[in-house]
């Protein structure tokens, strides 16, 4: 999806937003520990740079990620040493092993392409949960709150490096096409154009809510102001528990 060149722009777009990882890594521990106070571990799925693992690092004695970009994996290792993370689609994965924790941030659920794949994925996140565990997910817009024609524009700097982007999106159905364009201008190597295209879906509540459900999850859907697309927040039932 992202050439290596937009995995380290990427990075800094967020960066430049203002985007504060430290403190939605807060909010999420809390949120997380409301359900499951001795949660000690925690995978971040479509986990990117990694730089929502880096705030997570200080609060569970275990984080992972996982991502299936390569370009994206490179960018996160090289910044995250020590932290592992594995290459896979968030659709159907196997790592072999639970956590306490499963999270998928910066909507990155609005890749998947339909209400089917939006469960196989759900199910597969709550497969790597221990009995009790909790699943914490950061939605894309709501299809009633989708303004048709949205253009985004951000410019960030970092040292002799400036790099603007501005973005349109339209909606067909319940898909998204979501056009970028980068412009990059570095002291050294001048300046660069990078065009990038996204397919996003939107997906109701409820259609996220049943997902839930049928992966074994009790699940509320609450606001923050950190978040404000909301978070999903997924308990998973044990057996009898319903």
Same mark, same amino acid.
């Given at each position: 999806?992202?050439?290596?060149?937009?995995?380290?722009?990427?990075?800094?777009?967020?960066?430049?937003?203002?985007?504060?990882?430290?403190?939605?890594?807060?909010?999420?521990?809390?949120?997380?520990?409301?359900?499951?106070?001795?949660?000690?571990?925690?995978?971040?799925?479509?986990?990117?740079?990694?730089?929502?693992?880096?705030?997570?690092?200080?609060?569970?004695?275990?984080?992972?990620?996982? @991502?299936?970009?390569?370009?994206?994996? =490179?960018? &996160? /290792?090289?910044? *995250? %040493? +020590?932290?592992? $993370?594995?290459?896979?689609?968030?659709?159907?994965?196997?790592?072999?092993?639970?956590?306490?924790?499963?999270?998928?941030?910066?909507?990155?659920?609005?890749?998947?392409?339909?209400?089917? @794949?939006?469960?196989?994925?759900?199910? =597969?996140? &709550? /497969?790597?949960? *221990? %009995? +009790?565990?909790? $699943?914490?997910?950061?939605?894309?817009?709501?299809?009633?709150?989708?303004?048709?024609?949205?253009?985004?524009?951000?410019?960030?700097?970092?040292?002799?490096?400036?790099?603007?982007?501005?973005?349109?999106?339209?909606?067909?159905?319940?898909?998204?096409?979501?056009?970028?364009?980068?412009?990059?201008?570095?002291?050294?190597?001048?300046?660069?154009?990078?065009?990038?295209?996204?397919?996003?879906?939107?997906?109701?509540?409820?259609?996220?809510?049943?997902?839930?459900?049928?992966?074994?999850?009790?699940?509320?859907?609450?606001?923050?102001?950190?978040?404000?697309?909301?978070?999903?927040?997924?308990?998973?039932?044990?057996?009898?528990?319903?």
């Amino acid at each position: 999806m992202y050439t290596a060149d937009l995995a380290e722009v990427y990075h800094l777009i967020y960066t430049g937003r203002g985007k504060d990882y430290a403190t939605e890594a807060r909010t999420v521990e809390k949120l997380v520990r409301a359900h499951s106070p001795e949660a000690d571990s925690l995978l971040d799925v479509a986990c990117g740079t990694g730089a929502h693992l880096a705030a997570f690092q200080s609060r569970f004695s275990r984080v992972e990620g996982l @991502e299936f970009s390569p370009d994206m994996i =490179a960018e &996160a /290792r090289s910044r *995250r %040493p +020590g932290i592992t $993370i594995s290459r896979g689609d968030m659709r159907d994965f196997d790592l072999g092993r639970r956590f306490d924790t499963v999270i998928c941030m910066a909507s990155s659920i609005a890749y998947l392409r339909s209400t089917g @794949e939006l469960g196989q994925t759900v199910a =597969a996140m &709550a /497969r790597h949960l *221990r %009995p +009790g565990g909790v $699943i914490v997910l950061e939605p894309w817009v709501f299809p009633e709150n989708f303004i048709p024609g949205y253009v985004a524009a951000d410019i960030a700097r970092d040292g002799d490096r400036t790099v603007a982007r501005v973005s349109h999106s339209h909606r067909r159905g319940r898909k998204v096409p979501m056009v970028v364009h980068y412009i990059v201008a570095d002291a050294q190597t001048g300046i660069r154009h990078f065009t990038d295209t996204h397919t996003l879906r939107l997906f109701e509540q409820s259609e996220y809510e049943s997902a839930f459900d049928r992966a074994g999850c009790d699940v509320h859907y609450e606001r923050d102001a950190r978040f404000p697309l909301g978070l999903f927040i997924g308990h998973a039932r044990v057996p009898n528990e319903r």
